[in-house]
């Protein structure tokens, strides 16, 4: 059933592929949602938590909630920490890793859907 408003606690919870002690929420995307242009999801990642680089054919964005992290894109490492906003061009490898103390948190906006 398409919903307008979606809560953290109702969606699917799933671990995306190369992501190690993290969790992801399906926050809006079509099956829920009915999202066409763009898909939201909302990624936990543990203490010591991380991504593998990888690729995607997509745009993605992510915008940091809570805790300490590196993201590397290409061969660039940055530092991002809550109110961040990061890009991630078509193609462009990446990865991230929790270098906090507590939960990083970060929504993943991709589009078009994954």
């Known amino acids: 059933?398409?919903?307008?408003?979606?809560?953290?606690?109702?969606?699917?919870?799933?671990?995306?592929a190369k992501?190690?002690?993290?969790?992801?929420?399906?926050?809006?995307v079509e099956e829920n949602a009915g999202c066409k242009n763009l898909s939201m999801f909302r990624s936990e990642f543990e203490v010591g938590g991380y991504a593998e680089p990888?690729?995607?054919t997509f745009e993605q964005a992510y915008y940091i909630l809570k805790g300490k992290g590196v993201v590397t894109i290409g061969k660039e490492a940055?530092?991002?920490?809550?109110?961040?906003?990061?890009?991630?061009?078509?193609?462009?490898?990446?990865?991230?890793?929790?270098?906090?103390?507590t939960p990083l948190w970060l929504i993943a906006i991709n589009a078009p859907p994954k």
């Not at 059933?1 to 995306?16: A, H, N, R, T």
């Not at 992501?19 to 809006?28: D, M, N, P, S, V």
């Not at 906003?85 to 890793?97: D, G, L």
Request: hydrophobic share 40%.
């Open 1 to 16: 059933m398409v919903k307008f408003v979606l809560s953290p606690e109702e969606v699917e919870v799933f671990v995306p």
């Open 19 to 28: 992501h190690i002690k993290c969790q992801t929420r399906k926050l809006l």
């Open 54 to 56: 990888h690729t995607h």
């Open 78 to 101: 940055y530092k991002v920490k809550p109110g961040d906003a990061v890009i991630f061009p078509p193609n462009a490898e990446h990865s991230v890793k929790n270098v906090g103390k």
